[in-house]
Nanobody, 119 residues
Framework: QVQLVESGGGLVQAGGSLRLSCAAS????????MGWFRQAPGKEREFVADIKWSDGRTAYADSVKGRFTMSRDNAKNMVSLQMTSLKPEDTAVYYC????????????WGQGTQVTVSS
């Protein structure tokens, strides 16, 4: 089973940028859909972005569209989330996840990385 390790979280002022990375323990290209999710204190985990294994198409939550960009480095078995124009409401623990081909739900999760945006 694939293992996922996130990095790149931290504290940033509103309007700033951060880049999150997720390293996978095995080849992800054409094997897994990859996603980013986040969970703020007292709230449920929510979808942020994903990239499809089949054609590399990306999708974003409305709340981050135009500000966040997800990408995949097939050679390094990594995905990244470039976050710009950050807002205090983006503060959350961000999780990387993988969904096996044919699976309905994301079945592998990283441990999460904290992103804090100060106003």
């Amino acid at each position: 089973q694939v293992q996922l390790v996130e990095s790149g979280g931290g504290l940033v002022q509103a309007g700033g940028s951060l880049r999150l990375s997720c390293a996978a323990s095995e080849r992800i290209f054409r094997r897994y859909d990859m996603g980013w999710f986040r969970q703020a204190p007292g709230k449920e985990r929510e979808f942020v972005a994903d990239i499809k294994w089949s054609d590399g198409r990306t999708a974003y939550a409305d709340s981050v569209k135009g500000r966040f960009t997800m990408s995949r480095d097939n050679a390094k078995n990594m995905v990244s989330l470039q976050m710009t124009s950050l807002k205090p409401e983006d503060t959350a623990v961000y999780y990387c996840a993988a969904r096996s081909r044919g699976a309905h739900d994301y079945d592998y999760w990283g441990q999460g990385t904290q992103v804090t945006v100060s106003s």
